[in-house]
């Protein structure tokens, strides 16, 4: 602490020696020096300001992100369950189902074929049958499939074929249906 007093005491006698116009230009410079340290001083403080903020917007985007996936996961559970709930629940009998649909419908089936059961993803199981349609119209046959389709949900067609006749304005056409379930 001496150490400091005794430069002091020497920098103020240094200054006292010195003429008024070499006084004015030292205070001049230590004014500028000390302008200059301000100066960077703040713009160091505006450029730490301006990060942080950065960085909050950041957080404050994923934050906003999570909370929209958050939502979004939510939503999939909720189906996933719903789902599930009905694959548990689905006792369909295609057989009767189509036959049933068929004689509704008045649309005359050509032949019924079993396809078998085979398991997809997890715990779920497709059960399929192939229906073929001979000398039928393009207009019972898209009412067929709506209706095949519309009731369940778990009933769809998977596959379609469509052969035109040249004879009559009538269609030959052989489609697979299969319904979903949960295997137990």
């Not at 001049?28 to 200059?36: E, N, T, W």
């Not at 934050?63 to 694959?87: F, I, M, N, P």
């Not at 497709?126 to 001979?134: G, I, K, P, Q």
């Amino acid at each position: 602490m001496n150490r400091i007093r005794q430069l002091l005491s020497e920098a103020t006698n240094a200054f006292g020696r010195l003429s008024a116009r070499e006084r004015t230009l030292v205070a001049l410079a230590i004014g500028a020096v000390l302008a200059f340290a301000v100066f960077v001083s703040s713009f160091s403080f505006s450029k730490a300001v301006s990060a942080r903020n950065s960085r909050i917007k950041t957080k404050i985007g994923q934050l906003q992100e999570a909370s929209a996936l958050t939502a979004t996961y939510r939503q999939a559970e909720t189906q996933r369950a719903d789902l599930e709930r009905r694959l548990k629940a689905n006792n369909t009998r295609l057989f009767t189902h189509v036959d049933e649909l068929s004689k509704k419908l008045g649309v005359e089936i050509g032949g019924i074929t079993d396809k078998g059961t085979q398991p997809l993803a997890g715990k779920i199981v497709e059960s399929a049958v192939e229906v073929t349609f001979t000398r039928t119209t393009l207009d019972k046959l898209i009412k067929f499939i709506s209706a095949v389709e519309g009731q369940t949900g778990l009933v769809k067609v998977t596959k379609l074929q469509i052969r035109p006749r040249t004879d009559q304005p009538v269609i030959d056409a052989w489609l697979v249906v299969a319904t979903y379930s949960h295997e137990s």
